[in-house]
């Protein structure tokens, strides 16, 4: 038997395009999505932290320089409070729902509630449209191998071409 893989995801190095391409996919999405996406956010042009953002419209620092944290990634401190209360929420199943999970990384991964939360998403039987980091943890690392994954790499090559390969990948598991 055949596995439909419904868990769709994009790799890449930092600034490769990733949550571009995911943005360009919730532009056109075929039915009702939750989830959330994760931006930079600029002073000038200085990188000074990341923000989540819900698919119903809520915000909150991901990870900031002037967050105090016992989790930090570089000079940023990660809200685990924002993670868990807005980030968790956004990815549970519900049905009929693609789930867009921008995304699963080492900031994300601090958070205990958002591991499981990202694990009953991909076990659901919704479509996940989603990002994971390069990163080899042991937690990503499983994910990456789980059989119901399909993980594309974005390029400068392919990364205007992905948006549309993604919604023919939905229009296919949806039928």
Same mark, same amino acid.
């Given at each position: 038997?055949?596995?439909?893989?419904?868990?769709?995801?994009?790799?890449?190095?930092?600034?490769?395009?990733?949550?571009?391409?995911?943005?360009?996919?919730?532009?056109?999405?075929?039915?009702?999505?939750?989830?959330?996406?994760?931006?930079?956010?600029?002073?000038?042009?200085?990188?000074?932290?990341?923000?989540?953002?819900?698919?119903?419209?809520?915000?909150?620092?991901?990870?900031?320089?002037?967050?105090?944290?016992?989790?930090?990634?570089?000079?940023?401190?990660?809200?685990?409070?924002? +993670?868990?209360?807005?980030?968790?929420? /956004?990815?549970?199943?519900?049905?009929? !729902? $693609?789930?867009? %999970? *921008?995304? +699963?990384?080492?900031?994300?991964?601090? /958070?205990?509630?958002?591991?499981?939360? !990202? $694990?009953?998403? %991909? *076990?659901?039987?919704?479509?996940?449209?989603?990002?994971?980091?390069?990163?080899?943890?042991?937690? $990503?690392?499983?994910?990456?191998?789980?059989?119901?994954?399909?993980?594309?790499?974005?390029?400068?090559?392919?990364?205007?071409?992905?948006?549309?390969?993604?919604?023919?990948?939905?229009?296919?598991?949806?039928?």
């Amino acid at each position: 038997m055949i596995q439909k893989r419904n868990n769709i995801f994009l790799t890449g190095a930092p600034s490769s395009g990733k949550t571009t391409v995911i943005r360009k996919v919730i532009a056109s999405l075929p039915g009702p999505a939750k989830g959330f996406y994760t931006q930079e956010s600029k002073q000038g042009d200085r990188r000074v932290g990341f923000m989540m953002h819900t698919l119903d419209g809520e915000q909150g620092w991901l990870a900031h320089q002037d967050i105090i944290s016992d989790f930090h990634i570089r000079r940023y401190g990660v809200s685990i409070e924002n +993670i868990d209360t807005l980030a968790v929420p /956004s990815i549970a199943p519900v049905k009929n !729902a $693609i789930i867009i %999970l *921008d995304e +699963i990384g080492k900031m994300e991964c601090f /958070s205990l509630k958002f591991r499981q939360a !990202a $694990i009953a998403a %991909l *076990d659901s039987d919704n479509i996940v449209i989603g990002t994971i980091t390069l990163g080899r943890d042991e937690f $990503i690392l499983n994910i990456k191998a789980r059989n119901d994954m399909e993980i594309h790499e974005v390029t400068p090559e392919n990364r205007n071409s992905l948006p549309e390969l993604i919604r023919q990948k939905i229009s296919t598991v949806i039928t």
